[in-house]
């Protein structure tokens, strides 16, 4: 069974069609029982769609959606703000004005340099890795946000010219950084798109899973990033999996920004 899948993108995101009703609908098809819609929400002034997302519409749609699939779909608000760190009083105003259930905290660029385009691993290996860590070290400072997303994305396009991510070369970075989320009590996201790129494996990597376990964490929470309805859940029951064998009893599902021990299936 697929408890939750809180990564879901809909057409208020710049990079997907998908409406949010089409999104319940495949997630009820596959038996999920609870969902959270979380929408990117950029401010980067070379982004070509720094603030596209339309919080007020999009509400709006979700409470469609909630009335509508009330007895068979459980609907999250979820957002993923992407470098809140570096737009404190948009992001601020945005988590405050609105009810989330919860908010990622996801780190898409360093400085200038988005971590999808080639350009950015025109350097050394150790270098790009370890700006990265450093960044969302910063990142987790900020206070904005309930669950770290996706942590170790970097790799999923690192892995093109590098070869094969090893945390190990970048434990006390990652350790680090775990130790501010357990301290903090923020929840650490396990995302499977990821497993849907030629890098074959979640992220954050079972390595880093463990560490969090190590260091205190008792946060984790689930993702797809789907972007369509066919992906939708995929990828959630080998994340489970991994989640369980790291040593973790339970998923956190999330309620007005509030964490919540879920057992795990």
């Given at each position: 069974m697929v408890p939750h899948d809180y990564h879901i993108h809909t057409h208020f995101s710049c990079d997907s069609n998908a409406s949010m009703i089409s999104m319940c609908r495949a997630a009820i098809e596959a038996s999920i029982p609870e969902i959270g819609i979380s929408e990117h929400f950029d401010l980067h002034p070379k982004d070509a769609y720094a603030g596209f997302f339309n919080a007020d519409k999009w509400w709006e749609?979700?409470?469609?959606?909630?009335?509508?699939?009330?007895?068979?779909?459980?609907?999250?608000?979820?957002?993923?703000?992407?470098?809140?760190?570096?737009?404190?009083?948009?992001?601020?105003?945005?988590?405050?004005?609105?009810?989330?259930?919860?908010?990622?905290?996801?780190?898409?660029?360093?400085?200038?340099?988005?971590?999808?385009?080639?350009?950015?691993?025109?350097?050394?290996?150790?270098?790009?890795?370890?700006?990265?860590?450093?960044?969302?070290?910063?990142?987790?400072?900020?206070?904005?946000?309930?669950?770290?997303?996706?942590?170790?994305?970097?790799?999923?396009?690192?892995?093109?010219?590098?070869?094969?991510?090893?945390?190990?070369?970048?434990?006390?970075?990652?350790?680090?950084?775990?130790?501010?989320?357990?301290?903090?009590?923020?929840?650490l996201e396990l995302n499977t798109i990821t497993l849907r790129r030629s890098i074959k494996e979640t992220s954050p990597s079972k390595q880093i899973l463990q560490w969090f376990r190590e260091e205190g964490g008792q946060w984790v929470t689930l993702g797809s990033d789907a972007h369509s309805p066919e992906e939708v859940g995929l990828g959630i029951e080998k994340g489970l999996s991994l989640i369980q064998s790291s040593g973790f009893e339970n998923l956190a599902s999330f309620k007005r920004r509030k964490p919540k021990r879920s057992p795990l299936p």
């Amino acid at each position: 069974m697929v408890p939750h899948d809180y990564h879901i993108h809909t057409h208020f995101s710049c990079d997907s069609n998908a409406s949010m009703i089409s999104m319940c609908r495949a997630a009820i098809e596959a038996s999920i029982p609870e969902i959270g819609i979380s929408e990117h929400f950029d401010l980067h002034p070379k982004d070509a769609y720094a603030g596209f997302f339309n919080a007020d519409k999009w509400w709006e749609e979700l409470r469609r959606c909630q009335k509508e699939f009330h007895d068979v779909l459980l609907i999250r608000a979820g957002i993923e703000l992407s470098e809140p760190h570096c737009y404190p009083k948009a992001v601020e105003q945005l988590v405050q004005n609105y009810p989330w259930d919860y908010a990622f905290g996801a780190l898409h660029r360093v400085g200038d340099d988005l971590v999808f385009e080639e350009a950015y691993f025109n350097r050394a290996e150790q270098t790009a890795y370890a700006d990265y860590f450093t960044e969302l070290q910063r990142m987790i400072q900020s206070g904005f946000f309930d669950i770290l997303a996706h942590m170790d994305i970097v790799k999923r396009y690192g892995f093109e010219k590098y070869g094969r991510f090893d945390p190990e070369n970048y434990e006390e970075q990652i350790r680090s950084i775990l130790q501010t989320l357990a301290h903090r009590d923020l929840a650490l996201e396990l995302n499977t798109i990821t497993l849907r790129r030629s890098i074959k494996e979640t992220s954050p990597s079972k390595q880093i899973l463990q560490w969090f376990r190590e260091e205190g964490g008792q946060w984790v929470t689930l993702g797809s990033d789907a972007h369509s309805p066919e992906e939708v859940g995929l990828g959630i029951e080998k994340g489970l999996s991994l989640i369980q064998s790291s040593g973790f009893e339970n998923l956190a599902s999330f309620k007005r920004r509030k964490p919540k021990r879920s057992p795990l299936p």
